[in-house]
């Protein structure tokens, strides 16, 4: 009796453990299948252009889209004066100097300073992509022609002799005087204008234009400060 009672208490929990085996792996294949369903249900609506999809990552060529706002970005101010230099010619009296003639060069100024952010100095490590979100770090606005803010074209000198003019000095001499007090002139106006700052807004409406319409929903620019020379 006690050998027939054992033996089929023996077979039932064999059966047991078999049947929570199966389930369990019936379970895990089934998770496998869904998550590949969900995997490949997305793949398949985005390619299928199907309402309700998933959100897609956009496809971006960074490079292509800063070489495009690298030429939207700058900003240009143009200043405008008019300024002289005066070399007198003295003979030294004993209680006074008595001018015998002058010499004096007048110079109309148009000058032009071109700001912006130099696109090319952003790295991979400058541009963050999360999904839909975009992040860019900026480097900062700098005058791009600080050293030929003279439009020559646009600009006269006249020079003007008295009596007799001073002989150590010359026409040449004064107009490049005057010439760089005016370069130095033209930045500092531009600089109180602001030209940075309006630098640095064209690079983040720019760039905020272009991804979005690469397809981020999401568009965050970084701007630094710049300094004037």
């Not at 995997?39 to 496809?59: A, E, M, T």
């Not at 200043?79 to 004993?94: L, Q, T, W």
């Not at 490590?125 to 700098?142: C, D, K, R, W």
Request: aromatic letters at 6%; hydrophobic letters at 40%; one cysteine or more.
């Amino acid at each position: 009796m006690n050998d027939w009672d054992d033996s089929p208490s023996k077979n039932r929990g064999a059966g047991c453990a078999g049947s929570a085996g199966i389930i369990m792996g019936i379970v895990a294949l089934l998770l496998v299948l869904a998550l590949g369903v969900v995997i490949f249900q997305g793949q398949l609506c985005n390619y299928l252009s199907l309402p309700n999809c998933p959100p897609k990552r956009p496809v971006v060529n960074i490079g292509q889209y800063l070489e495009k706002a690298n030429q939207l970005t700058t900003v240009k101010f143009t200043d405008v004066f008019i300024m002289d230099a005066k070399e007198e010619n003295v003979i030294d009296a004993i209680f006074i100097d008595i001018p015998i003639g002058a010499l004096t060069v007048v110079y109309a100024v148009y000058g032009e300073v071109w700001a912006g952010v130099n696109l090319d100095e952003i790295d991979p490590n400058s541009v963050l992509i999360e999904e839909e979100s975009v992040t860019i770090s900026l480097p900062a606005p700098e005058i791009q022609n600080a050293g030929n803010v003279i439009v020559e074209s646009r600009s006269e000198k006249y020079v003007y002799q008295e009596g007799f003019p001073p002989s150590n000095t010359t026409a040449i001499a004064l107009t490049e005087e005057l010439e760089q007090y005016a370069s130095n002139q033209i930045i500092n106006d531009a600089c109180n204008a602001g030209i940075l700052d309006e630098a640095n807004k064209n690079a983040e409406l720019v760039l905020q234009v272009l991804f979005e319409t690469a397809g981020f929903t999401e568009v965050n620019i970084i701007t630094q400060s710049g300094h004037c020379p």
